[in-house]
């Protein structure tokens, strides 16, 4: 479809805009598609800041699509370790080896191919699409909806499927066919440094002319979202055993959050635990059953919150006077100086952090 006159501008300024803007970053003019899809996987809900480092050491860990289909999940998780979202480096994990084993190592090259790899939604398809192969593919996040909102005045909210369509078309008709990779690339830019969520750079935005969201006073109520998300308050009381120089650790392989990822033998409760309450509760028996403990430190609470979930943890410093007898598979007995080799969550990394103490914990 050919492009209308606001269109026209829109694509002509951000292309003009991307030649001074362009900010250096070492996946840009990567060619390589399994470097290409790793940097876009690291960077989906992550901020470029936060996900360089991490691309980096993925890149020198496992050079080859093989290397990283080869390696074993606890080191895949363990580099993943504070990145968050971590179905993210699950899907990462068997994404690889699909490839590595099913295509003989050699990424997909269409569109629609890239798009049914697991852990890959519409929006790295497009990006990979573009950026490895080419290909016409307009990418929409976050920082497109905001900008397409602002600049083009939409106030359908970008959480229903109206919006979807109508900003996926946009998207698609602003797009500079013949170069879209850079296209892609620059309005990826715009959004991360120059129409920001907070405190966008109007004054000097090439867009500012035609932008509708400046002209008429919208910046702060573009885009619109339809609902909030409720986030669900859970509070975790995690019992750190220890006996001698070891603790007990406990992995995460139920469908939950952290799959995977370790972190202590846990009383989930609807409110926060004083320690009568604690040791008369039902989970805490089932868990020490006989075993002698003495309680020896409540930590101050900490919190982590995810998308949909506010997590409050009290970690309660427990010593036992014999070795815990337990039905439990997860849990498991390991030396103190070695908890450094396993991926926890980032609220059980807050609370080794605050005591500083990695090898000793009590
Ligand atoms: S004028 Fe302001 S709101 Fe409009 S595109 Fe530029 S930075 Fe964004």
């Known amino acids: 479809m050919k492009k209308s006159t606001k269109q026209q501008f829109f694509t002509k300024n951000l292309l003009v805009w991307f030649e001074t803007n362009d900010r250096p970053l070492p996946w840009k003019g990567e060619k390589n598609p399994y470097y290409i899809w790793l940097s876009e996987i690291i960077l989906q809900q992550t901020r470029v800041e936060q996900g360089l480092p991490y691309f980096e050491k993925f890149k020198a860990a496992f050079p080859t699509v093989f290397d990283l289909a080869n390696a074993p999940s606890d080191k895949v998780m ?7 979202y971590y179905s993210r480096a699950r899907n990462l994990h068997f994404t690889a080896k699909f490839i590595a084993e099913e295509l003989n190592g050699v990424f997909p090259d269409t569109h629609n191919a890239i798009l049914g790899l697991k852990g890959v939604g519409p929006y790295t398809a497009a990006a990979i699409a573009s950026f490895a192969f080419g290909l016409p593919h307009a990418v929409v996040d976050g920082n497109v ?29 602003l797009l500079a066919k013949k170069i879209p990779a850079i296209y892609n690339q620059a309005i990826m830019d ?6 920001t969520p907070a405190n966008p750079n109007c004054a000097i935005c090439p867009m500012q002319k035609k932008c ?6 919208l ?10 998300i409720k986030k669900r308050d859970r509070f975790f009381n995690y019992l750190v055993f220890k ?14 959050i952290w799959l995977n990822l370790y972190d202590f033998p846990l009383v989930e409760t609807t409110a926060l635990l004083d320690e009568p309450a604690l040791t008369k509760h039902n989970d805490f028996q089932q868990i020490i059953g006989t075993t002698t403990y003495s309680i020896r ?6 919190k ?8 409050v943890a009290v970690f309660w410093e427990i010593e036992l006077k014999a070795e815990l007898l337990t039905n439990e598979s997860d849990f498991f007995e390991v030396k103190q100086k070695n908890i450094n080799n396993f991926a926890f969550p980032k609220i059980v990394d807050l609370y080794f952090k605050d005591k500083s103490l990695y090898l000793e914990l009590f």
Do not use: M, Y
């Open 145 to 173: 909806f905001r900008v397409l909102s602002r600049v083009f005045g939409i106030k359908t909210p970008i959480d229903t499927t109206q919006g979807k369509k109508e900003f996926n078309q946009l998207a698609a008709d």
């Open 219 to 228: 910046i702060d109520i573009l885009p619109v979202k339809s609902k909030k």
């Open 297 to 302: 430190k409540a930590s101050k609470p900490f």
């Open 304 to 311: 982590q919150l995810l998308t949909h979930q506010k997590i």
């Open 78 to 84: 363990k580099l993943w370790e504070g990145l968050g």
């Open 190 to 195: 715009f959004g991360a440094t120059q129409c």
């Open 243 to 256: 006996r001698a120089d070891t603790i007990i650790l406990n992995k995460r392989s139920q469908k939950d």
């Open 212 to 217: 509708t969201a400046f002209g008429d006073k």
